[in-house]
């Protein structure tokens, strides 16, 4: 390995050895950009690797909030403001019992490069909390959104740091966070994306992740396969946010999706899954993806969620959360003629997963490029903000369209220019990171 990488992976081993999601994810990008930094001497003149593992600013606080019964809960709360190089600091709030600082800087450290595939002028960042939603009536959700802005609005704004949704943040926890900024802060600006359509919220960014994955999945098709997602059989996880909308676009573009899941199991309904139904589930009631057999008895519901990875699909496209699939699992997708996989969550591939996708021949379309669509919507959210005026649903749409169909075409173009084609994890850190290092050397070092 050249040894400048190796240099600065050792250091950020040592000084971070406690948080092994943000270790995995700085390794599989440092790795992956030994061409260009041995053709980039002044990189390492410039510390830009030290500078680039270590975020700018890590903010972490209290958040105590009353439950319905009167009880006092304390929560802790995280903001990491990881790299402003091309833009203010974006990226999403993760509610969920798992969280700590480890998992929210690896989404922060994975954020910069897939801001910066997008294209447009953003920074990365991440937060969240290890509040658990689930089963929290809606009056103690207010209450802890409300006491988690409370603290966090000191830190951001428009155009300094401009948070978003992620697992278990939905329009919901939006709303309540945008209701105490505005009045702790008396403004009503493009603080958090998001939002309610009728208060500054932009079309199409409910859909935009599981849209913009299908998208680049179609695009990594055509030009890899000349193929499309007509007639395949597609099994997708989670049940949330990113995974519905997929399944909405998958099934438009002639798919059929075969399973769902949550955190409990997962459903496999061979007709193909109703997507009214589990909207229902899923959005009006809030239950679980069990529930879906009690509607259509022909599917059948499965406790324990890597099963899901046994069922025989052309395409995966996993969107529930990092490391859902295993070695052993992308094995069973291989063995089943799995040949393409496209990433929704976040780092849902361990490392070894990823070893098998690449030995097998399976497409693999990495999640910062896979799931960029969400932020690249948000940054549009942030353009009408700014302009004071909202584009249709249409036009939102197909910039969405055009800007995954582009993360792509980078991805591609890069793999191929440092003598990796085809590989668009190497060409998604190598394009992603291009862009965010000349910013910093424009920048300067503070001395
Ligand atoms: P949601 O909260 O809407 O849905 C998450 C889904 O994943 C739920 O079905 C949930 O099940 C399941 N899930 C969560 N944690 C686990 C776990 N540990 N094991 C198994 N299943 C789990 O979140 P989103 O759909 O918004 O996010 C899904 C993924 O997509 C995340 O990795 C997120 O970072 C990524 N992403 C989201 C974007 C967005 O715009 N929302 C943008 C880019 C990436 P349960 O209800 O049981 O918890």
């Not at 948080?19 to 790795?31: A, G, I, S, W």
């Not at 190089?85 to 509610?95: N, V």
């Not at 689930?134 to 103690?140: L, M, N, P």
């Amino acid at each position: 390995m050249n040894a400048y990488i190796e240099e600065v992976l050792a250091k950020v081993k040592q000084r971070d050895a406690h948080e092994p999601e943000f270790l995995q994810t700085v390794e599989e990008v440092l790795k992956s950009l030994e061409t260009v930094i041995d053709q980039h001497p002044e990189y390492q003149k410039a510390g830009l690797l030290e500078r680039l593992t270590e975020p700018e600013r890590v903010i972490e606080f209290r958040v105590t909030w009353t439950d319905d019964a009167g009880k006092v809960h304390v929560n802790r709360g995280y903001r990491v403001q990881f790299n402003s190089a091309i833009g203010p600091y974006k990226g999403g709030l993760r509610l969920h019992p798992s969280v700590n600082l480890s998992i929210i800087k690896f989404l922060g450290f994975e954020q910069i490069f897939k801001n910066s595939l997008t294209t447009l002028p953003i920074g990365g960042g991440k937060g969240g909390s290890d509040f658990d939603p689930k089963g929290k009536s809606d009056t103690e959700i207010m209450r802890f959104c409300q006491s988690f802005m409370t603290e966090l609005q000191r830190y951001i704004g428009p155009d300094t740091d401009v948070p978003a949704g992620d697992i278990g943040v939905g329009g919901r926890e939006i709303g309540y966070m945008y209701g105490q900024y505005k009045r702790l802060r008396n403004e009503h600006t493009g603080v958090l994306t998001g939002k309610g359509l009728n208060w500054g919220g932009s079309l199409t960014r409910t859909e935009a992740t599981g849209y913009g994955l299908c998208y680049l999945t179609q695009e990594m098709l055509k030009c890899m396969k000349n193929d499309s997602f007509a007639g395949k059989t597609v099994v997708i996880s989670g049940s949330g946010n990113v995974a519905i909308y997929a399944t909405e676009k998958a099934t438009q573009l002639g798919a059929k999706v075969v399973a769902l899941s949550d955190s409990n199991g997962y459903i496999h309904d061979p007709d193909g899954i109703k997507l009214d139904v589990v909207k229902d589930i899923k959005e009006v009631r809030r239950g679980r993806i069990k529930e879906y057999v009690d509607a259509v008895p022909t599917a059948t519901y499965t406790e324990g969620c890597s099963g899901i990875w046994t069922i025989p699909c052309d395409i995966a496209l996993p969107c529930a959360t990092q490391n859902e699939i295993d070695g052993a699992s992308a094995e069973e997708l291989v063995k089943n003629g799995c040949f393409a996989v496209a990433e929704g969550a976040n780092m849902p591939s361990t490392p070894e997963a990823i070893a098998v996708y690449q030995r097998s021949g399976v497409l693999y379309a990495p999640a910062k490029a896979a799931n960029a669509g969400g932020v690249a919507t948000s940054a549009l959210e942030m353009s009408q903000n700014s302009l004071r005026y909202s584009w249709s649903f249409e036009e939102v749409d197909a910039k969405l369209k055009g800007i995954m169909e582009g993360i792509f075409h980078a991805c591609y173009d890069a793999s191929k220019e440092y003598g990796e084609e085809g590989d668009l994890m190497a060409g998604a850190n190598i394009a992603g990171f291009l862009k965010v290092c000349s910013a910093m050397l424009d920048q300067g070092v503070a001395y």
